[in-house]
C-alpha cells in the first residue's frame, strides 16, 4: 500500500505561481512513474505532468512551458510547479503514483485561479 497526501493548493490570481507537493508513505520502495492530474467541475481528469523513473518528463500543451514536475526521492516527495498561472488551470489537482503496475492516488488540493 502506499499513501499519498497533496498540498500547496489555493487561491492565486491570474498570472501568478504555485508549487504543489505530494508526500509518500508506505511501500514506496517500488515507485516508478508519478504524476499530476486535474479536474475541474464537470470534466474528466486530465493529466498535466509526468515523471518516469528514469526522470523523462511528459505534459501536455496545454501546461508545457508553465508547468514543471520534479521529484526529491529523499524526502518521497514530487512537486509541481506551477507559473504564469491562468483561469482554465482551475481544477482539483491529484497526486499519482504506479507501483507495480498499480495506481495509487492522493485526496487532491483545490487550485483556484481568479482573473
Known amino acids: 500500500q502506499v499513501q499519498l497526501v497533496e498540498s500547496g493548493g489555493g487561491l492565486v490570481q491570474a498570472g501568478g505561481s504555485l508549487r504543489l507537493s505530494c508526500g509518500a508513505s508506505?511501500?514506496?520502495?517500488?515507485?516508478?512513474?508519478m504524476a499530476w492530474y486535474r479536474q475541474a467541475p464537470g470534466k474528466q481528469r486530465e493529466f498535466v505532468a509526468v515523471?518516469?523513473?528514469?526522470?523523462?518528463?511528459i505534459y501536455p500543451d496545454s501546461v508545457k512551458g508553465r508547468f514543471t514536475i520534479s521529484r526529491d526521492t529523499t524526502k518521497n516527495t514530487v512537486y509541481l510547479q506551477m507559473n504564469t498561472l491562468k483561469p482554465e488551470d482551475t481544477a482539483v489537482y491529484y497526486c499519482?503514483?504506479?507501483?507495480?503496475?498499480?495506481?495509487?492516488w492522493g485526496q487532491g488540493t483545490q487550485v483556484t485561479v481568479s482573473s
Open positions: 508506505g511501500s514506496i520502495g517500488n515507485i516508478n512513474t
Open positions: 515523471l518516469a523513473g528514469d526522470f523523462s518528463t
Open positions: 499519482k503514483a504506479v507501483v507495480d503496475s498499480r495506481a495509487y
